[in-house]
């Protein structure tokens, strides 16, 4: 499995977002959190409006900041 990250999908207030799916591939990923999204009634990506999905690296550890209300 892999770990991806998105910081810009659909939201309820405009006060940033992120997710972390984890999945087989970001195609996976983009219909898991497109899913997820639905689920709450949010818009999930599309082709014209692709979210973007970083994939984190498991091989070294880290600490990721995905949001540090810096708006």
Do not use: W
């Amino acid at each position: 499995m892999r770990v991806f990250t998105c910081i810009d999908h659909d939201c309820v207030y405009p006060v940033g977002v992120a997710s972390v799916v984890v999945a087989e591939d970001e195609q996976q990923a983009v219909e898991l959190l497109n899913a997820a999204l639905v689920e709450r009634g949010l818009s999930p990506s599309t082709p014209d409006n692709p979210d973007t999905f970083v994939e984190v690296d498991l091989t070294k550890p880290m600490a990721i900041v995905l949001r540090d209300g810096d708006y």
